[in-house]
């Protein structure tokens, strides 16, 4: 069955559309510490991750959720999953440019981890997510905190193949 939440073109699709022009737009401006190839990388890191956890958990056997105005795929979903793209290249251009290290690499996460769950928060207010079916918001947090871990991972791999 496809459950249909709204038909209209209002916030949830706008939120998406503002924030990857305006992320995108961002990203153009400030100035380029990484390669071409290793910037998409990031970018891509975060469309990929968003797409397999998603697709992970809101879909059967699970379906704990669904994403926008319906149930059921559609292009404005695949625009919400490249928006996610400049987020993860944020993370690891800021994290570079601020150089961080050792323990502050916990209170960097954290920090990431509670922005992104005050944006998931924002998502459901205004239709993104629609949490109906079982999904409780608190369960983001630590599978936020892993997936910035991994980027963190994938980023120094990333530095020392490059040496």
Avoid: C
């Amino acid at each position: 069955m496809i459950v249909v939440y709204e038909t209209a073109f209002d916030w949830n699709e706008w939120f998406v559309i503002i924030t990857l022009v305006s992320l995108s737009f961002f990203i153009f401006r400030i100035p380029k510490i990484f390669p071409p190839i290793e910037a998409i990388g990031y970018y891509l890191f975060g469309i990929t991750i968003v797409y397999f956890f998603d697709h992970t958990t809101s879909v059967r056997p699970w379906d704990l959720y669904d994403v926008n105005d319906s149930s059921k795929y559609q292009l404005m979903d695949f625009i919400y999953y490249v928006m996610n793209g400049p987020f993860s290249y944020m993370f690891i251009y800021l994290y570079s440019k601020l150089n961080i290290k050792g323990h502050y690499n916990i209170l960097y996460i954290f920090i990431w981890s509670s922005f992104s769950v005050l944006a998931e928060w924002i998502g459901v207010k205004i239709g993104l997510f629609h949490y109906d079916k079982g999904y409780n918001m608190y369960w983001s947090l630590p599978i936020y905190m892993l997936v910035q871990i991994i980027l963190i991972i994938y980023y120094h791999l990333v530095q020392i193949s490059k040496k």
